[in-house]
């Protein structure tokens, strides 16, 4: 074999291996990329999961709150009038328990601010439960009154709107509100 035949070989054996590995990294990147991009694509549901798992203890917690206060209103207006109060001590018990149950369960799954707002809250709504157990008991303490289970009832109503603003923030609900 001569030189120039030697040569031609060697670029014609050159041009076929360049050829084949330039086919293989083509593949091996488009792989890397299908890759990053399946990656990315789980970490995005994963983050609606999470998002979606938050709304849905912050719906819960919002509702049991709001059935805990509206079954403490209608058991201190209950008191006011003779009537069997049985079933208003069983919605009443049903109540504080939900929402034992769904305060528990976001105390291990929503960020500080709203835990610590939702934690006075729950706390607050165990004092006036206290008042008007004894209220309905006739074994009243000092500063236990209708008046004041009312006029508590009424700041925890307000307390409440509070955490749901929290809560709604921190879903990006009230940036949505900004586009109204």
Not at 5 to 31: F, I, M, P, Y
Not at 135 to 152: H, T
């Amino acid at each position: 074999m001569d030189v120039s035949s030697t040569t031609a070989l060697l670029v014609a054996v050159v041009g076929v291996v360049g050829t084949l590995l330039s086919a293989l990294l083509t593949q091996r990147a488009a792989d890397r990329s299908r890759q990053r991009e399946r990656e990315r694509a789980e970490r995005l549901r994963e983050r609606r999961s999470e998002a979606q798992e938050l709304r849905s203890c912050y719906v819960a917690l919002n509702t049991s709150a709001r059935q805990y206060l509206a079954a403490l209103t209608d058991h201190l207006h209950a008191l006011g009038r003779d009537e069997d109060l049985r079933s208003v001590r069983q919605r009443l018990a049903e109540a504080r328990d939900q929402h034992r149950d769904v305060y528990a369960e976001a105390q291990m799954r929503v960020p500080e601010r709203v835990l610590e707002l939702a934690g006075g809250l729950s706390h607050d709504l165990g004092a006036v439960f206290g008042m008007v157990r004894r209220l309905d008991d006739g074994v009243p303490r000092a500063g236990d009154s209708p008046v004041v289970v009312q006029e508590n009832l009424d700041a925890l109503w307000g307390r409440l709107r509070e955490a749901r603003r929290e809560m709604r923030a921190e879903l990006g609900a009230s940036r949505a509100d900004l586009g109204r």
